[in-house]
């Protein structure tokens, strides 16, 4: 038998990732480290770090992109270079911004031969700001032009998501928020006159209201701003916040008229990246005729090249999620974008039906109309300072199992009523709401063992 040496070199320069310069402390902090470590070590580093993140297919909170094809995947890693101000670079690119903005502007109903315009944002926040200023810029031409104050505008809407309060906040809009009725989950348009005045820049209405996954009633809103022009002489434009809904409704609800079909709707906004089906990073903002993006808001930079008009709060932005936009919209066609939000629709449905079943909850949205999505809230509210199990109790138990599970109050007026939502998104199949279902009836035996003294059991007792 030959007698072997051990070459010591070689023993004490492993190839293992954990054995790399680097990898013996941990990553820096707050200070970028003097020296460099080799990039499959880093890689590695980075990405264990990232295990803490949890798990985007069992956040049932989001309405964002969790799941998308392989070849999404691929077209967004080749667009790594591609920066979607840079025009005159990436004319493909920024054709294929455009022929988006046409696809949606047709799926909206944008008159035949009007002259729509539209842009990409990095999101329906983006696109909100983009298009309240546009709102609040008409509102004041047109007041100067009558020589009347431009001081105090306002914008009106019912539940809305964050993004109007910021715009209210960043360019001084005041937003008045319609409480909601105590049988109603959305504004109701009988409510509008008494918040609208000669200062009233537009109404935003949600097509998808985020705390529920309701519609507001666009058509019926844009009627009672009909009358209260015959009545007062106001000429409210109506911007519809579809950020999820503008995907969904189109394949869901193709009858329902809360679009361009609507002479009073000026403007809408979608979020690719939620029922769009894109990676995250995209949105849209459609004018349903040019007159109503006022020409001072709208950019012409030439200095990269070429001469093309942009209105955007940003300047570079990756280009990928706009061609992933347009890669989903010619992959899966009208037919596709019916099946995929048919199936949410349908899972959204069955969870709720099971969801109701279970005893204590009281659905308020069941996915079978507006959103795919399913909201409830416990038929018996805890009472105050009492041992009473809260929906808060049971999110937190599910989370044991990694789903989240969000429960927060209802908007103004209807705030002493706290809900559960899940949205049912691309990818959240059948087999995973099972799933959910089970876990949820294991979390509601586990949390009723708990709180022997909750409502359910003894309805009198107090500690
Ligand atoms: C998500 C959402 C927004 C914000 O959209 P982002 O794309 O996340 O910026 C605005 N309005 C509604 C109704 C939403 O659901």
Known sequence: MPLHRVDQARQYAPDDLYALPGSFEPLPRYRIPEGTMPARAAY???????????????????????????????????????NLIDKDEYPQTAEIESRCVHILADLWHAPDGSSAVGCSTTGSSEAA??????????????????????????????????????????FDVELRQIPLLPDSLTMRPEQLADYCDENTIGVVATLGVTFNGEYEPVAEIAGALDELQQRTGFDIPVHVDAA???????????DLEWDFRLERVKSINASGHKFGLSPLGVGWAIWREAAYLPEELVFHVDYLGGDMPTFALNFSRPGGEVIAQYYNLVRLGRDGFTAVQEACAKVAARLADAIAELGPFSVLHDGRSGLPA??????RQPRPDSDDWTLYDLSER?????????????????SDVAVQRVV???????????????????????????HLSGAEQQPGFHH
């Not at 399913?374 to 038929?379: G, K």
């Not at 599910?398 to 209807?414: C, E, F, I, K, M």
């Not at 087999?431 to 009836?441: M, P, V």
């Open 398 to 414: 599910l989370r044991l199992r990694g789903w989240q599970v969000p429960t927060y109050p209802l908007p103004a007026d209807r």
């Open 424 to 450: 049912v998104r691309h990818g959240v199949s059948r087999d995973l709401a099972e799933l959910l279902l089970d876990d949820l009836k294991a979390a509601l035996t586990d949390i009723r063992r708990r």
């Open 44 to 82: 590695q580093l980075v990405h264990d770090e990232l295990l803490l993140d949890g798990n985007s297919r069992q956040n049932l909170a989001t309405f964002c992109t969790t799941w998308a094809e392989p070849e999404v995947q691929t077209i967004m890693a080749e667009a790594l270079d591609k």
């Open 244 to 254: 999820s809904g503008g995907f969904v409704a189109p394949f869901l609800q193709p």
């Open 374 to 379: 399913v909201c409830w809230t416990l038929t």
């Open 129 to 170: 700001m983009l298009a309240g200023l546009a709102m609040q810029r008409r509102w004041r031409a047109r007041r100067r032009a009558a020589g009347q104050s431009t001081e105090r505008p306002n914008l009106v809407c019912g539940p809305v998501q964050v993004c109007w309060e910021k715009f209210g906040r960043y």
